[in-house]
């Protein structure tokens, strides 16, 4: 049990608290949170009722419409829930991508990269660079069984693009300079740390240009479906209050 000025927390009120299954040490972490908690809540609300004027038929006014707002949105949630169609095509996704060119234009370069990390003095690094650039399928087999065992990290084989600002966070591209990533298929070779990074770029898209359809297109099928869940809601509260209104369950009085 607790006290907190004049409220009290009993043991029955700490039912829930502790989610099945969580037991010993955390089960008694999470009440003792739990007490802390409702303590300082209770200790604050009644410094505040006795020091701010409470207009209290605004307040209840305010908590009913926020429970009525509760309401209506567990209602819209179980609609969408049961009666959203969730199957978006391919066609659809082009479509929508075709239609609002404006809205996918890059903020940022996005780049297809290959890169290997290695120790500056890891063995046969001229034979290694030989095998990064080769399209040789026997080659690049030996090239990937060497980065397994010799590389810090390695991506051999990505065809997906990816932006700069998230590569940067594995490989030094600040180093190579956005002036340079129109230069595909050679490599460069940059040092950092007493770490040997080969990068090699095979595709590269600037800032201000059309981000191409497979970076986005996750981005489009939450957007269809946004549309989608707006519709629905929107239909649904039309329907309801234009029924309402036929069967004169809704009059406004002058």
Known sequence: MARSFDQFLYPEDLQGVVPRGVTGVDSIQLVRAYIEQWSRQQALLHHAQRNVNINTDRLDRQVEEYKNGLIVYEYEQALVSQKLDTVITD???????????????LKQPILKVSYIQLQSDAPELERVKRLFVSTDFEEQDVLEKYCARYASQYALHDTSWHYVDELI?????????????????????????????????HDSKFRD?????????????NLILNKRKIDLVDQMQRSIVDDAREKNNIEIYN
Not at 91 to 105: K, N, V, W
């Open 91 to 105: 066609d659809e996704i082009r479509q929508y991508y075709e239609s609002r060119e404006d809205l996918f234009t």
């Open 169 to 201: 966070k594995k490989i030094p591209l600040s180093e190579i300079g956005e002036d340079n990533f129109d230069q595909k298929g050679r490599i460069f070779e940059i040092i950092e740390n007493n770490e040997l990074y080969l990068i090699i770029l």
């Open 209 to 221: 240009t059309r981000s191409p359809l497979s970076l986005v297109t996750n981005n489009i099928r």
